[in-house]
């Protein structure tokens, strides 16, 4: 007995066995409250462009407080923007399913596949519908986007997303997952991870400064143990209900999430002088890291931390975090595109408006303005432009942002040396 219950400790730091045991979680509300907000998703999803455009802060506090599991296979598509991207493109997938694809990229594919959650059932027979499934959804983005290619971290998300929804659904959630909300991340160059880890690295510094001294000390770079993190959404190194939490909020905030459930796992595991005692070297912490108690872990208690303690240490409130949104992409002007948002860092004086970002630009930047691009060109080939958000990008929605990888506005004021408050 002690036996199986080390391995299934196991099995959970490494988000291997995550939904065998669903409805096993401590402190699983009651039947009538999931029942309640089955009813307010089904309500919301019944008209889900005014909602968005009118009630999107009331859509963000249900994703935090978590979308139901009978719900999700209709709201991840809906919140990411598959679900428009597949009706736009009727029959696409079907055309990208049967196209034979690049030989060298299946091949690497199908070496992959059975690393994707091995202990799921879903997952454990060569020849069942999960695997087959899954090298399907995988090849087609290859041919979809075989500029890119495959990215192995890809595999586990594309895995997330199949246990949820049939195969079409899936692919344009991760082609939006890989476009929309970590553009640059799973290019063979991965210079949005890189470029992210740094970024992640200065607001550890401001956030929790004990374990920045200990990572920095020990040459614990970023891309030991952020990589896998970032590129993988957390699948593979969290406990499944946790998991699927921080899915909703990263689908309905962004990018931002990532950064913030970052910050929390480091400072549960590096926080203190006494947790620090026994990391003497790189391997004994990079262990801590993935050691972290599993109650700290719960879904609860995890995301109560991740919104509050650590939104705190950032300059915002639990209370006035509402004022610093991403723009809303519903929300349309008399010209018929989306509204110019401001967003403003406290404590800096106003910038010139004209001024470029990539000029001198001075790191007490504080008011951001954006012109919304031209609906007749990709937001990805537009040129450089502020990101209005502060601190960090979570706008998935880049037809009301046009940040590029490079360009966004975290990484501005963090390569100009801005500390914050």
């Known amino acids: 007995m002690g036996g199986t219950e080390a391995q299934g400790e196991e099995e959970m730091a490494f988000g291997l066995t995550p939904i065998l045991f669903p409805s096993c979680s401590p402190g699983q509300p009651p039947v009538e409250l999931l029942r309640h907000r089955e009813a307010r998703w089904l309500e919301i999803t019944s008209y889900w462009e005014k909602a968005m455009a009118r009630r999107y802060k009331k859509v963000k506090v249900l994703c935090r407080k978590g979308i139901p599991s009978s719900m999700r296979a209709r709201c991840w598509p809906l919140l990411c923007g598959g679900q428009v991207s597949m009706d736009r493109n009727y029959g696409k997938y079907?055309?990208?399913?049967?196209s034979p694809g690049d030989p060298q990229w299946l091949e690497t594919i199908e070496k992959d596949i059975h690393r994707q959650f091995p202990f799921h059932e879903m997952f454990l027979s060569p020849e069942g519908h999960g695997q087959r499934g899954l090298l399907q959804l995988l090849k087609a983005y290859t041919v979809y986007r075989p500029r890119?290619?495959?990215?192995?971290?890809?595999?586990?998300?594309?895995?997330?997303?199949l246990m949820h929804?049939?195969?079409e659904q899936a692919f344009w959630c991760l082609v939006q997952i890989s476009e929309r909300y970590l553009p640059g991340y799973y290019s063979p160059e991965m210079e949005a991870v890189l470029l992210d880890g740094e970024v992640f690295v200065a607001l550890l510094r401001r956030v929790c400064p004990k374990a920045y001294k200990h990572l920095q000390k020990h040459g614990v770079g970023p891309l030991l143990y952020v990589t896998e993190w970032f590129l993988c959404l957390y699948s593979r190194t969290l406990p499944f209900p946790t998991v699927l939490r921080i899915w909703d909020a990263f689908l309905s905030e962004g990018v931002k999430v990532l950064f913030r459930v970052g910050l929390v796992l480091v400072r549960l595991a590096l926080g203190s002088s006494e947790k620090l005692r026994d990391c003497t070297g790189v391997v004994e912490t990079l262990e801590k890291l993935r050691s972290i108690p599993a109650r700290l872990l719960q879904e609860d208690t995890f995301m109560a931390e991740v919104r509050c303690r650590v939104g705190t240490r950032l300059g915002f409130s639990c209370r006035d975090r509402n004022h610093h949104q991403p723009p809303n992409p519903y929300k349309i002007g008399t010209s018929g595109h989306p509204r110019p948002h401001r967003a403003f860092l406290p404590h800096s004086p106003a910038p010139s408006p004209t001024q470029s970002p990539w000029g001198q630009a001075s790191p007490a930047l504080s008011c951001l303005l954006l012109l919304p691009p031209s609906p007749t060109q990709h937001p990805r080939a537009m040129p450089p432009q502020?990101?209005?958000?502060?601190?960090?990008?979570p706008t998935p929605q880049l037809s009301s942002c046009g940040a590029t990888p490079p360009q966004r506005c975290h990484r501005i004021i963090e390569s100009q040396g801005w500390k914050g408050p």
Not at 94 to 98: F, P, R, S
Not at 148 to 161: H, K, M, N, S, T
Not at 386 to 393: D, E, G, I, K, M
């Open 386 to 393: 502020l990101c209005p958000a502060p601190f960090f990008c």
């Open 94 to 98: 079907k055309e990208l399913e049967q």
């Open 148 to 161: 890119e290619g495959y990215c192995q971290a890809q595999g586990p998300v594309a895995a997330v997303l």
């Open 165 to 167: 929804m049939p195969a």
